[in-house]
């Protein structure tokens, strides 16, 4: 790798320095990554300094303390202005560089206080509730905040009275960290955690009983996402050649025409896509085992195959969308998220929420607007039960007003 870094005459201190075939493997495996050439030569720059002042001659355990201690004394010897630079780049290339090798000595995880609590009630939700992974990940973030809360704040568990978990919700809804919605799912979790506590002894009994989630009313809210207008502005704006205009392009045409989630548009794969038949397949998310295919409308076709040709970086992974910088890796849900929340907050447009979901139910809506059926809109955005599209028929003014106008002479 250092012989396509370097010219001849230049390459040769390279090559002769110690640890040759451990630093030319790092780079290799950099450029796999997607790291453009001036980052693998920064690499390769810092390795001999690493090397030199870790006083690094073959395999050995490397403390974070060693790496800190050594990137103070380069820093020190850099000019004032690169002070903080130069010690965080040496530290970034340090770690990652031994890290990669093995050779970096982690410092041991600090136990937390009621793990084998958290554990035991991650396995009960598995084998006695049956719940999902994803269920379980999520109610275990919530029962290990409530513990950390407790253990910053002294407050021994088997000595937990309701007091204490009225101040726990008051401050996080104070802080705005909880809306109603949040605050019911979390005050459910809470419940369930509480009445296992109780059954074993590890908190005082009576405590889930008096925890009273507040009332959310099924369709209490409206849906909210932008008009169409504001939809069709947005894919305007990336019609560019800018390499994130073209990729952003083809998940927004995803997510406002298919109505996909987020995570849907993630998971989809080159694989997924027949362009012989014109169609595609799309894996729902809170049912993985079940696929619906669509045709490929043009537009989408145009975008996708564009970005695929133009873009997308060349690289292992099968799915459709790729981070264009280093490291590759495919986009995530969240990052498809923000991405929206980029594009559509300077458009002017005041919304409640401006993530990727919004256009979701902007989706949903134009398809209303045109007069499809409930069930049509629901096979559309793959919804499972009918009642997950009845809230849209709240958005149906047209009907509505319909209803208000009726004549109720001879009914009374």
């Known amino acids: 790798m250092l012989e396509k870094l370097y010219t001849h005459s230049y390459v040769v201190k390279y090559i002769e320095a110690p640890l040759f075939p451990e630093r030319d493997r790092f780079l290799a495996h950099r ?24 006083k690094l001659s073959g395999e ?29 780049r040496f530290t970034h290339q340090a770690t990652e560089w031994l890290k990669f090798l093995g050779w970096l000595k982690a410092p041991a995880p600090t136990a937390h206080p009621y793990a084998q609590v ?35 704040r002294h407050i021994d568990l088997r000595n937990l009275s309701i007091k204490h978990l009225d101040q726990i919700v008051v401050s996080r809804f104070e802080e705005k960290r909880w809306s109603r919605r949040t605050m019911k799912a ?70 406002a025409v298919y109505g996909l989630r987020a995570s849907e548009v993630q998971r ?43 873009v997308r970086p060349r690289t292992q992974f099968r799915e459709v969308f790729i981070r264009l910088s280093a490291p590759l890796r495919p986009f995530t849900p969240h990052a498809i998220g923000v991405m929206v929340r980029r594009r559509l907050k300077p458009m002017g447009v005041r919304l409640k929420w401006y993530g990727a979901h919004s256009l979701r139910h902007a989706c949903a809506c134009r398809l209303l607007a045109e007069g499809l059926s409930m069930k049509e809109i629901g096979d559309h955005l793959g919804h499972r039960s009918v009642f997950s599209t009845a809230i849209y028929a709240k958005l149906d003014l047209h009907a509505l007003r319909e209803v208000a106008n009726l004549s109720l002479e001879g009914l009374l």
């Not at 980052?39 to 090397?51: C, E, I, P, R, T």
């Not at 355990?61 to 004032?80: F, G, H, M, N, Y």
């Not at 509480?194 to 590890?202: F, I, N, P, S, T």
């Not at 809210?221 to 050649?241: F, H, I, K, M, Y």
Request: a positive charge; aromatic letters at 8%.
């Open 31 to 54: 450029a796999e990554a997607g790291y453009s050439h001036s980052s693998l030569k920064l690499a390769a720059n810092y390795q001999l300094k690493v090397m030199a002042y870790l």
């Open 60 to 88: 050995r355990p490397v403390t974070l303390e060693e790496i800190d201690e050594a990137a103070q004394r380069w820093a020190s010897r850099q000019p004032l202005l690169h002070l903080q630079l130069s010690r965080y």
């Open 118 to 152: 958290i554990s035991q009630f991650s396995q009960f939700m598995r084998d006695e509730r049956g719940f999902a992974p994803v269920t379980i990940e999520l109610r275990r973030k919530v029962v290990r905040n409530f513990l950390d809360h407790l253990w910053n």
């Open 186 to 255: 979390n005050l459910e979790v809470l419940r369930a955690f509480l009445a296992y506590g109780e059954q074993r002894g590890l908190c005082p009994s009576g405590l889930a009983a008096q925890i009273i989630a507040p009332r959310i009313y099924k369709g209490e809210n409206l849906p909210a996402g932008p008009d169409w207008e504001t939809v069709r502005r947005l894919c305007a704006s990336t019609q560019t050649n800018r390499p994130a205009d073209i990729r952003d392009r083809a998940i927004l045409l995803l997510l």
């Open 268 to 310: 989809l794969t080159l694989d997924d896509i027949d362009w012989e038949k014109q169609r595609i397949q799309v894996r729902r998310s809170k049912s993985p085992e079940r696929a619906d295919v669509y045709p490929l409308a043009e537009d989408l076709a145009e975008a996708i195959l564009r970005y695929v040709r133009q």
